[in-house]
């Protein structure tokens, strides 16, 4: 009895008193014990990877949320194809991360074809509005920024001045159409619904909640845009994890495009209400704008490494950069550390990240020399991807110390993205990138309709002696970055990896955990990686990777800002097994997705 009573006692006392668990994402000023706690380790393999690759025969989605990957997954269970997939769970993504991609955005994808064993390419991104030349942006204010001799110099971040006419809705119609078994009226129902019916925001997408500034038109910008407030914040505020957020304005557009197509986006309702808004902040897009506005299939950058065939986005993509990287490291290596390779030096070795990081200045130099809208600018892509190029770049580095990448500048990191694979049992895949490219975009939200236009206009140069200069119905320098792996005519694996300008040169920085360490999927999107700026030739780590090198590499004379693995990007992957592994099995897929967003790969 008196056992019973001394225990009751404890259950009433302060220490033991009922209480909803904390449920803690550890941030804010006030941390539960639970934030100080020692990660626990795997039971096999890598100790430090976060999860195990996902396998499935059927069908395969990886993206960096749920809910859009159960879209998708959902949609190749009912019958659909990869394509119709990938649309479905951009669809979703456009509500449940609404920041990172919308239908006021950019567009870019790679799809393989299985029955043809060919793989196409769309861009369907923004082009300028009307109106838009350095004489109307010098008349507002705005000049060219000496202190940045790469792209976006002089041009603002947000507002309306960097919107460009979107292309995403045109891309969504253009791939369903041509390659699709679905229409606008099935893939876009999961995030019409989402988008009414509400959904709980997801632990990293709540933190990257937060509306940029988006006004005045001239000195921009000092205020934010009052119906992206009404539209994005719950009583003026951000939603927290596991809020429930609703967008009905978005559902109504997802409904017209269902009930309309993309006309309702290109000359209907919604054209009009999108000239409306631009008008109303001192915009020039018109209706002819966006009724005009094409997208285009183009053909893929090549280049070869360890024998298998990689494929990147061509200009005004950034993606390219990737395969001069890789090439250089293939050439210079060997001439850098002779009778020593990249996994002889390995991932904990101040040198290893000396020479990526040094490759990756090489690739970025021609990169932002020649990157525009080859509709506009002579880019020589064929002498830039040459291995007789990359061989006669490897003389400019010092193995042992940090080369300059021009006049010490400045230069914004922007982007946020959204990428996502899919994969089919006919063997069909899609790598896809969508976005808005800042987060939020250009911050203005379109009223009524609940999306935002985006800001990639921004990557314009306002220097009338740089090819990437503004011009109308010119397509700015583009982060966005989607990439392939084949063999022969048979895909190894799709590759995408989110974050403005970490995009080409995370990568490259893949394709070497793969296919020089040995890494899988998952490892590979765990493994630690760089971020390097070009104009202002500053080199940031992740915290782990900064304690284990940073010392190293700064005495090699690398400038290091703080560590930081919010700007790493999100990488997202779908392999198909190599049929040495498993000769009877079949068609399998194996992905990964990245531990640093919300997201992950589903299949069936």
């Known amino acids: 009895m008196a056992l019973a009573v001394a225990i009751a006692a404890a259950w009433g006392s302060a220490a033991f008193a009922q209480a909803p668990p904390q449920l803690s994402t550890c941030e804010g000023p006030s941390k539960p014990a639970a934030c100080q706690a020692i990660r626990g380790d795997r039971t096999e393999g890598w100790a430090a990877q976060s999860r195990a690759e996902v396998f499935a025969q059927h069908g395969m989605v990886a993206t960096s949320q749920p809910l859009a990957a159960q879209a ?127 959904f709980p925001v997801s632990q990293r997408i709540a933190h990257d909640w937060r509306l940029p500034n988006a006004l005045p038109l001239k000195a921009c910008c000092t205020a934010p845009d009052p119906d992206s407030v009404a539209a994005w914040y719950i009583d003026g505020q951000p939603p927290v994890a596991g809020q429930v957020y609703r967008n009905p304005d978005l559902a109504k557009t997802f409904r017209l495009l269902q009930a309309q197509g993309p006309d309702a986006f290109y000359k209907g309702d919604i054209a009009r209400a999108l000239v409306a808004k631009s008008t109303a902040v001192g915009g020039t897009m018109t209706l002819a704008d966006l009724a005009a506005y094409k997208g285009e299939w183009v053909d893929l950058a090549h280049t070869t490494y360890h024998g298998h065939d990689l494929y990147e986005l061509p200009p005004p993509s950034q993606a390219w950069a990737a395969l001069e990287m890789v090439n250089v490291l293939e050439a210079c290596v060997p001439v850098w550390t002779p009778g020593r390779t990249l996994a002889d030096l390995g991932p904990r070795s101040p040198r290893y990240w000396h020479l990526m990081v040094e490759a990756k200045k090489l690739a970025y130099a021609d990169l932002i020399a020649f990157n525009a809208d080859p509709n506009f600018a002579k880019i020589p892509l064929e002498r830039l991807l040459s291995k007789a190029h990359a061989k006669s770049l490897c003389g400019r580095v010092d193995p042992a110390h940090a080369s300059a990448t021009g006049p010490r500048g400045e230069a914004a990191g922007a982007g946020d993205t959204i990428v996502l694979s899919t994969a089919d049992d006919q063997g069909n895949m899609v790598a896809w990138v969508n976005s808005n490219f800042d987060s939020f975009g250009s911050g203005l939200t379109v009223p009524g309709y609940g999306f935002v236009l985006h800001n990639r206009g921004s990557l314009f140069s306002l220097d009338p002696k740089s090819p990437n200069v503004i011009a109308p119905h010119k397509r700015p320098y583009n982060t966005l970055a989607a990439g392939f792996v084949m063999d022969g005519d048979r895909p190894l694996m799709s590759l995408l990896l989110m974050g403005g300008d970490m995009q080409a040169q995370g990568h490259a920085q893949v394709l070497v955990d793969i296919f020089d360490l040995g890494a899988n999927l998952q490892m590979a999107t765990d493994m630690a990686r760089f971020r390097h700026n070009q104009v202002a030739n500053k080199l940031s780590l992740e915290p782990s990777l900064s304690d284990l090198v940073g010392k190293g590499l700064a005495a090699m004379g690398h400038d290091l800002g703080p560590p930081n693995s919010s700007i790493m990007g999100g990488f997202q992957a779908i392999m198909v097994q190599p ?5 009877k099995a079949g068609r399998v897929y194996r992905a990964g997705s990245d531990h640093r967003k919300d997201g992950q790969a589903v299949g069936y």
Do not use: C
Not at 579 to 583: K, V, Y
């Open 72 to 198: 998708g997954l959902q949609v190749l269970k009912q019958g659909g194809n990869a394509i119709d997939a990938a649309v479905a769970t951009a669809a979703v993504l456009n509500v449940v991360e609404p920041m990172n991609v919308g239908v006021g955005g950019d567009l870019f994808a790679i799809i393989y074809v299985a029955k043809e064993h060919r793989l196409y390419a769309l861009n369907a991104s923004g082009m300028a509005p009307s109106g838009a030349t350095p004489e109307h942006f010098a008349a507002l204010g705005y000049r060219a920024d000496p202190k940045n001799w790469g792209p976006g110099s002089g041009m603002p971040l947000g507002g309306i001045l960097p919107v460009t006419v979107p292309g995403s809705v045109w891309g969504w119609d253009a791939v369903l159409k041509r390659f699709g078994t679905m229409t606008f009226r099935q893939v876009l129902q999961p995030a019409a619904d989402y988008a009414q019916d509400g």
């Open 579 to 583: 049929a040495a592994a498993d000769p």
